[in-house]
């Protein structure tokens, strides 16, 4: 016997998901410092810790695989979205439709504010309008984190994810006609131009509604038992993450639809557990560590000013029709203000947005796409302080004892 | 300061307050959107009075001073669904029920005004705890001394409206087995039980003056008893009912107790005697915890009956009073009350049902704002 057959040899070579999980545990550690003494939201540090280890930062840290952050993105942001959209009560807008005004405006204005600015950047219109309709969605994982996370309840907190569903579905929608034209421009036939958006939305849809449907059966039947049926659910939700790509639907607008079908037909939500329990919180962390380790800061070195005017004008077309049809929707001028500067966060579904189009546009992947991938930074790090500013200067929030 | 002296009123005049929860339309938890909801209300006209209370998840409506059943009831339905529809518009749930079953004490807040704020000083926890729900009815009294009158003799009959509108058996969670656990709030106040066994107002004042002379109390508004005088509206105050699941229930209680007042000022049916509250504690123990069921000792005859049978003798002997008042239609309410059960009831039977507090609340909403 040597000694080499029972002592590792020497430089010891360690499985790359050894740093992964060694960053998970600074992450949380970082982030739950911040909460402590800053009485700043965790994500923070869980994304800027991830920024700052990763090939972005100090690179201390291989890059993810691509295959594997994407299954990682998908199921957390699944969760996350299926989360939200069981939480969105749709006859709302029945009882008082300002706020479905207030949203359509709010996008509207969104995606005119930035076609705008980057047509004056002499962007190409197509792609101007693609880049556009990705900046509509304010970024749900930030969102449902930061109010799970303040235990908020309230006017702000309500509209806020309301607001945010609905602007997730127009821009995963708008962003696919968009990328149609994209196409088209390309050279594909126009039949597909029509076709296309009209599959994703049809087969979208059908798919969430088969999924809430499987959800209301199992949790009629075995929702009595959390943690059995957080497991459940926990599959399922990646079971419709895989069939929507397979089938080339988009998993996103799949289970935020499954979320809104789940409590339309119910008009109250079943209970569970955040994130449906500790694996789901999990995987949530790791999706916001992961996206700090993907950030991509070259568009802040490129194109500086376009980045910083992108984030201001986005916020400003988000904020004012917010704050011009407050009085009608029945809150005051400073829960409209804490509303309107709470949309402004970008993150994983913006994030999954641009590198589609990159994938897809390699012209875009080296121009726009990396003003976005700045800017989604940007927001990432600001959006849950923003979002908890808003929702504690309501007083909407129920603050943890530490 | 001093006692008010006590203004006139028109005899057997009938006025309801009524404290409502607020609640998100996510898990029916109590939610602090009182300021909203009073700011949408403000924008449409409404008869009575809509008014914020001591935490923010509560709102009170008051009736305006009313003398039959169908007037107050229908005024009572256009109040509640002024409401129904802020609530609506606001996606905020809105319940009657004397307790929220499930909301934590800690996680209320106070409203925003400087008496709620003195208060909660004072009381500490107790004033969040305080988040419970009644229903307060005023009856007109001719002049001092008949209101004292009228106020100790309806002591009596305070098991009666505690297990009629009993509507609290779930607090913090659990069933605690109590038809009105709500009122086991109400006396952990040092101030709270009834009042002095004094029969006319200069004793009164005197009382009054006392317990102001020691610092104790500032105004009437200090005493938490089950009936106490008003003075600046010329009326007694029964405090003891939960809010009702609807606002026909709470109709019907008010103008039950109105029959009542009639009764006693009409038939003078004997004077109040100190004696008679030997049993008053255990009475209306007795109705918190078991509602109509409970155990009633008669502090004349000594003879125990159950508080149904007690009601449905009531009812025969007001029933002229009623018809004189045109409350039929109540009494029939209060009788439909005695065969199917009070609020209490109906909510274990819907917990049994839904098997969760939160789908319970949301059909107690429900209830409410639907009628």
Known sequence: MTWAAYLPTWPLSVSPALWLALTLVIAVLVGEGLMRYLRLPRIVGYVGIGLLLGPAGLNLIPELPAAEWRLLVDLALGILLFELGSKVNLHWLKANPWIAGTSLLEAAATFSAVFGLLLWFDVAHVTAAVVATITIATSPAIVVRTVTESRAHGQVTERLLLMTALNCIYAIVCHKLAVAFMHDEAGTSPIHTVLQPLYLIGGSALLGWLFGSAFNFVHRHLGRHEETFSFLLFGMIAIATIVASTLMLSPMLVLLAAGLITRYQRQRPRTFLPHFGSAGAVLVILMFTANGMAANLDGLRDSMLLVVLLILVRTIAKLLPVLMLARHSGISTQQALALGVALAPMSGLTLLLTLDTAAAFPAFASGPGLVLMSSIVILELAGPILVQMALRGTGETLEERT | MSLMPFASSRPLSIGVELELQLLNCNDYDLVSSAPDMLRQIARQTHHGEIKPEMTRSMIEINSSVQYQYAALVEELRSLRDTVADAGHFL????????????????????????????????????????????????????????????????????????????????????????????????????????????????????????????????????????????????????????????????????????????????????????????????????????????????????????????????????????????????????????????????????????HNLSDMMQQQAKLWMNG
């Open chain 2, 91 to 354: 996606n905020i749930a809105v319940a009657g029920g004397g307790t929220h079953p499930f909301q934590h004490w800690s996680e209320q807040k106070i409203f925003d005004a400087p008496r709620f704020h003195y208060l909660s000083d004072l009381y500490g926890y107790l004033a969040k705890q305080f988040t419970i729900f009644g229903q307060h009815v005023h009856i007109g009294c001719p002049g001092p001394d008949e209101a004292l009158h009228l106020l100790h003799m309806l002591s009596r009959y305070v098991p009666h409206f505690i297990a009629l509108s009993a509507s609290s058996p779930f607090v913090q969670g659990h069933d605690t087995g109590f038809a009105s656990a709500r009122l086991n709030s109400v006396f952990s106040f040092p101030l709270s039980g009834r009042a002095p066994f004094v029969l006319n107002w200069e004793d009164f004042e005197r009382f009054f003056n006392k317990m102001t002379g020691t610092g104790v109390v500032e105004s009437m508004k200090d005493f938490y008893w089950d009936i106490r005088p008003k003075p600046e509206f010329g009326t007694i105050e029964v405090r003891v009912c939960d809010t009702p699941l609807t606002v026909e229930v709470a109709a019907a209680i008010a103008c039950y107790i109105q029959a009542m007042a009639r009764y006693i000022m009409v038939e003078r049916p004997g004077d109040p005697q100190e004696d008679d509250y030997l049993v008053y504690t255990f009475n209306r123990f007795q109705a918190c915890r078991f509602g109509l069921d409970g155990t009633f000792i008669d502090p004349r005859t000594h003879e125990q009956r159950s508080l149904r049978e007690d009601i449905a003798d009531m009812l025969l002997r007001i029933a002229d009073h009623a018809a004189e008042l045109q409350a039929e239609e109540a009494m029939e309410q209060i009788r439909q009350i005695l065969a199917t059960g009070n609020g209490a009831s109906w909510l274990r039977q819907t917990y049994a049902h839904e």
